[in-house]
């Protein structure tokens, strides 16, 4: 793909993805993926199905170019308790059923990195997100060896809440991914400061509780150590759940980096 010309002021706009976008949006994934996208998944995305997305433009360019996509990303919302991350919700029954975003993809084309766009677009899907009462978070998959991803993710206060063994297939190798979490609307993850504050009171308590019953009763040692243990489990990151995982994949359709 020839890069686009940066002029010395660029003018970033945000819109919606269009049908127009399709041929530029389908060469940008192939060019900076390394999955291949159904011609199903960018349909989708440019006729506003049910796939959100943002487009991230030049205005300065010249040559009618202004309006050509130099970044996107799209996602999708649903029923947080149809995701693999169900378990780290805080349901809310005032809130009706609550719901989650999905970030399917995100990129920006070579020349325009590092300027702060990818971080704009998803500043826009978290205000998007937060604008619905129901939403409790916006999350992510991404592949454990994409740095500069996984960097931006961490600077924007998305949580990695699990790192999913082979979750990736490409070219016949399997790859690990991390699952990251941003938590709106009141919803938070189970290792936010409170709860780290509540694991090392517990943790304080059971060992206090666990010389006490030293010095009486041999048994209750036992107990005490399962209930130490059950504590911490709130604070560790909870392992894959494979058979969510394959479900959720094969009710999208896609494949996601
Ligand atoms: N001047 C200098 N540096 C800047 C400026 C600026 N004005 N603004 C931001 N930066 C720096 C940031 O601090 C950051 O630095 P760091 O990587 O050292 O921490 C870096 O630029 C990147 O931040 P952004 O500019 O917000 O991100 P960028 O627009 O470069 O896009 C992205 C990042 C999307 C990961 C891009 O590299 C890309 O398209 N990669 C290929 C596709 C990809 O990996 N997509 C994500 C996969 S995960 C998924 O899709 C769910």
Same mark, same amino acid.
């Given at each position: 793909?020839?890069? *686009?010309?940066?002029? !010395?002021?660029? +003018?970033?706009?945000? &819109? ?6 399709? /041929?530029? #949006? ?52 649903? *029923?947080?308790?149809? !995701?693999?991350? +169900?378990?780290?919700? &805080? ?6 059923? /609550?719901? #989650? ?157």
């Amino acid at each position: 793909m020839e890069e *686009p010309k940066i002029s !010395t002021r660029p +003018s970033i706009c945000f &819109r919606p993805i269009n049908p127009s976008d399709l /041929e530029r #949006l389908e060469q940008i994934h192939r060019d900076i993926f390394p999955i291949r996208y159904e011609s199903e998944f960018f349909q989708n995305v440019v006729n506003g199905g049910d796939i959100l997305s943002w487009a991230a433009v030049d205005r300065s360019r010249p040559d009618g170019l202004s309006d050509e996509l130099i970044g996107f990303v799209t996602a999708k919302i649903g *029923p947080a308790k149809e !995701t693999e991350i +169900s378990d780290l919700i &805080r349901y809310d029954s005032c809130k009706g059923e /609550e719901t #989650l975003v999905y970030i399917l993809t995100l990129g920006v084309v070579e020349s325009y990195r590092k300027r702060g766009i990818a971080k704009l677009l998803i500043k826009e899907v978290i205000k998007y997100a937060c604008s619905i009462p129901a939403c409790r978070g916006v999350y992510l998959h991404v592949i454990a060896h994409n740095s500069p991803a996984i960097r931006l993710y961490k600077r924007m206060s998305f949580r990695c809440v699990r790192r999913l063994h082979g979750f990736y297939i490409i070219n016949g190798q399997h790859f690990d991914s991390f699952l990251f979490v941003y938590f709106i609307n009141g919803s938070r993850s189970p290792c936010s400061p409170f709860d780290l504050v509540v694991f090392i009171l517990n943790y304080m308590r059971s060992g206090i509780k666990s010389v006490t019953s030293r010095l009486t009763m041999k048994h209750e040692e036992k107990g005490l150590k399962w209930l130490k243990c059950k504590d911490m489990t709130r604070c560790l990151l909870p392992t894959q759940n494979k058979r969510n995982l394959a479900s959720e994949r094969a009710s999208s359709g896609y494949d996601y980096v």
